[in-house]
């Protein structure tokens, strides 16, 4: 199916995204599942893959923990590696 997308600021009808949950577990141990998944590691390769579904807009998430380490100061190093 091919939808025009003339109108639209995204680069196809279906979306993907990576599991990028940032938070406290029950015992206050932070989990951050990008290392776990290791989608940090294999950056190029994940979306080399979604080219095979013509997937082409695709939702990152932002770790909050490593943009704000301390209150109100910021660090966005992360955010420019993806």
Same mark, same amino acid.
Request: proline share 0%; glycine share 0%; net charge positive.
């Given at each position: 199916m091919t939808i025009p997308l003339t109108n639209s600021p995204f680069q196809s009808f279906w979306w993907g995204g990576y599991e990028c949950t940032d938070q406290l577990n029950a015992f206050g141990n932070r989990v951050d599942f990008l290392p776990l998944t290791g989608h940090l590691q294999l950056l190029d390769e994940d979306y080399a893959d979604l080219g095979q579904? /013509? #997937? /082409?807009? #695709?939702r990152e998430g932002i770790r909050w923990a490593h943009i704000e380490k301390t209150p109100y100061h910021y660090d966005w190093s992360t955010v420019r590696t993806m």
């Open positions: 579904f /013509k #997937v /082409k807009t #695709v």
